[in-house]
């Protein structure tokens, strides 16, 4: 808006403006530029809606009257106005204004006037003040307005030429348009001849593999086996622990040949005569306090000298043992019936959480005999069974069992696990005071 338009506005009649204050609150403020009658009242087609005040439906507060403004006001209207002649109340301006029909008084107003007129809990400010700049008309930029006239064509054709240049780039780069021409024949002997070409791959050294510990051990044995023996040299003298083991090895081993070599058995018969073999020793043996005396060719045992024959015990024997099954048994034994392993079941005191149980200790106890079947019945199963299981009963209103929950520890088998559950599920305990609690039970099977 330029200076000349300002000035011309402010050279116009002055308009009202008016502001509407309500509980101290300034409500509406408007400014009448088309110079045209004030309404007020409970009618939602007033210009200000006023509730109360003894007011008709709709009252002409200021009215334009010619071209100048009229100020109308009832007897239930209090206020001040500020005219040319000085300040006054509305109860003063009675006596001077006109009145009209339904008892409203009417004063004129100068454009210097100004007051507030108090309706109620309303209260109306008002003054005049110069009409505000007339507000330019929107209108559309002149390029728009123009049209196609004002298009820089040729910074648009560059930027057209551009775009064909760089989709013509990208086109060639993804296509095979330029491509040289390939001889699949040409290309494939070229390849062949390059395979055959080509070097042999060098040998693949396998890195020797570890032997495993069996293959050592039984190198190891073999390695033993095939090592000559250590022999002591020419003229070293054995030790006397040494010289006494090998006598009794070879004393041994002349009277085990001497009892098996004689004349009168079947599988030596005729194999040795008479004379033939020495029994110096044997004779020394049997004439000495040990019990063994020369016979008729046989061996015996005993004070006498008895028989020692195979398959046959002489008289001299009779108070060794019997050679029958026993008077009237049918063996010598006995059957013995070998118990397994047992087990016992320990019980921690039970801790409750999220409500009383008055009982859950006595119930608890009572668990105690089933956790020990169930786990006798897993030693059976594995008799190095043993742990520990921590349960989480959950106890509903009733003081049903609703769920069980196990944190086994050690190497108890599913069975045991499981049993032990479906014990603990079986429970019945008092209702809990809060009405659902968890009972927490640690378990400790041993063997005994």
Same mark, same amino acid.
């Given at each position: @808006?330029?200076?000349?338009?300002?000035? &011309?506005?402010?050279?116009?009649?002055?308009? !009202? #403006?008016i502001?509407?204050?309500?509980?101290g609150?300034?409500?509406?403020?408007?400014?009448?530029?088309?110079?045209?009658?004030?309404?007020?009242?409970?009618?939602?087609?007033? @210009?200000?809606?006023? *509730?109360?005040?003894?007011?008709? =439906?709709?009252?002409r507060?200021?009215?334009?009257?010619?071209? $100048?403004?009229?100020?109308?006001?009832?007897?239930?209207?209090?206020? #001040?106005?500020?005219? &040319?002649?000085?300040? =006054? +109340?509305?109860?003063?301006?009675?006596?001077?204004?006109? $009145?009209?029909?339904?008892?409203?008084?009417?004063?004129?107003?100068?454009?210097?006037?100004?007051?507030?007129?108090?309706?109620?809990? =309303?209260?109306?400010?008002?003054?005049?003040?110069?009409?505000?700049?007339?507000?330019?008309?929107?209108?559309?930029?002149?390029?728009?307005?123009?049209?196609?006239?004002?298009? +820089?064509?040729?910074?648009?054709?560059?930027?057209?030429?551009?775009?064909?240049? %760089?989709?013509?780039?990208?086109?060639?780069?993804?296509?095979?348009?330029?491509d040289?021409?390939? +001889?699949?024949?040409?290309s494939?002997?070229?390849?062949?001849?390059?395979?055959?070409?080509?070097? *042999?791959?060098?040998?693949?050294?396998?890195?020797?593999?570890?032997?495993?510990?069996?293959?050592?051990?039984?190198?190891?044995?073999? /390695? /033993?086996?095939?090592?000559?023996?250590?022999?002591?040299?020419?003229?070293?003298?054995?030790?006397?622990?040494?010289?006494?083991?090998?006598?009794?090895?070879?004393?041994?081993?002349?009277?085990?040949?001497?009892?098996?070599?004689?004349s009168?058995?079947?599988?030596? &018969?005729g194999?040795?005569?008479?004379?033939?073999?020495?029994?110096?020793? !044997?004779?020394?043996?049997?004439?000495?306090?040990?019990?063994?005396?020369?016979?008729?060719?046989?061996?015996?045992?005993?004070?006498?000298?008895?028989?020692?024959?195979?398959?046959?015990?002489?008289?001299?024997?009779?108070?060794?043992? =019997?050679?029958?099954?026993?008077s009237?048994?049918?063996?010598?034994?006995?059957?013995?019936?070998?118990?397994?392993?047992?087990?016992?079941?320990?019980? &921690?005191?039970?801790?409750?959480?999220?409500?009383?149980?008055?009982?859950?200790?006595?119930?608890?106890?009572? @668990? $105690?005999?089933?956790? $020990?079947?169930?786990?006798?019945?897993?030693?059976?199963?594995?008799?190095?069974? %043993?742990?520990?299981?921590?349960?989480?009963?959950?106890?509903?209103?009733?003081?049903?069992?609703?769920?069980?929950?196990a944190?086994?520890?050690?190497?108890?088998?599913?069975?045991?696990?499981?049993?032990?559950?479906?014990?603990?599920?079986?429970?019945?305990? +008092? *209702?809990?005071?809060?009405?659902?609690?968890?009972?927490?039970?640690?378990?400790?099977?041993?063997?005994?």
């Amino acid at each position: @808006m330029t200076a000349r338009m300002r000035t &011309a506005g402010r050279g116009g009649p002055k308009v !009202l #403006r008016i502001g509407l204050v309500r509980g101290g609150r300034v409500l509406d403020e408007r400014i009448v530029k088309e110079r045209t009658h004030v309404t007020v009242g409970p009618n939602e087609k007033n @210009m200000f809606v006023v *509730p109360g005040g003894k007011l008709p =439906s709709s009252l002409r507060l200021f009215e334009l009257v010619g071209t $100048r403004y009229h100020l109308n006001f009832t007897d239930s209207m209090t206020g #001040r106005v500020a005219l &040319a002649r000085g300040v =006054s +109340d509305l109860s003063e301006l009675r006596q001077q204004a006109r $009145r009209g029909a339904q008892g409203i008084y009417q004063i004129e107003l100068g454009e210097d006037s100004r007051g507030k007129v108090v309706i109620g809990q =309303s209260t109306f400010l008002f003054q005049f003040v110069s009409p505000p700049p007339v507000q330019p008309k929107p209108q559309l930029p002149p390029t728009v307005l123009r049209g196609t006239s004002s298009i +820089d064509w040729n910074t648009t054709i560059i930027a057209a030429f551009s775009f064909l240049l %760089h989709f013509l780039a990208l086109g060639a780069v993804y296509s095979d348009w330029l491509d040289p021409v390939v +001889d699949d024949e040409i290309s494939v002997s070229g390849l062949i001849d390059s395979i055959k070409a080509l070097p *042999p791959p060098p040998a693949v050294e396998e890195a020797p593999q570890p032997e495993t510990t069996e293959k050592a051990e039984v190198k190891e044995e073999a /390695k /033993k086996t095939t090592a000559a023996p250590k022999t002591k040299a020419p003229g070293s003298k054995m030790s006397a622990r040494e010289t006494a083991a090998l006598s009794r090895d070879l004393a041994q081993l002349e009277m085990a040949v001497i009892g098996n070599l004689t004349s009168t058995g079947p599988a030596t &018969a005729g194999v040795l005569r008479g004379g033939e073999l020495g029994f110096a020793a !044997l004779d020394e043996a049997a004439m000495s306090a040990a019990g063994v005396g020369i016979g008729t060719g046989d061996l015996r045992l005993g004070g006498g000298g008895g028989t020692i024959r195979p398959g046959a015990v002489g008289g001299d024997l009779a108070s060794i043992g =019997s050679t029958g099954r026993g008077s009237g048994t049918e063996g010598t034994g006995t059957v013995v019936k070998v118990a397994g392993p047992k087990g016992n079941a320990s019980v &921690a005191a039970p801790s409750v959480a999220g409500g009383n149980i008055t009982n859950a200790s006595r119930v608890v106890a009572g @668990m $105690r005999a089933g956790f $020990r079947n169930c786990y006798n019945r897993g030693l059976q199963e594995n008799p190095d069974a %043993h742990g520990s299981i921590k349960l989480s009963i959950t106890v509903g209103p009733g003081g049903e069992v609703t769920n069980v929950t196990a944190t086994p520890s050690g190497n108890l088998p599913s069975s045991v696990i499981g049993c032990v559950q479906a014990r603990a599920r079986a429970a019945q305990f +008092d *209702p809990p005071e809060g009405g659902s609690a968890v009972v927490v039970v640690p378990v400790t099977l041993v063997k005994q």
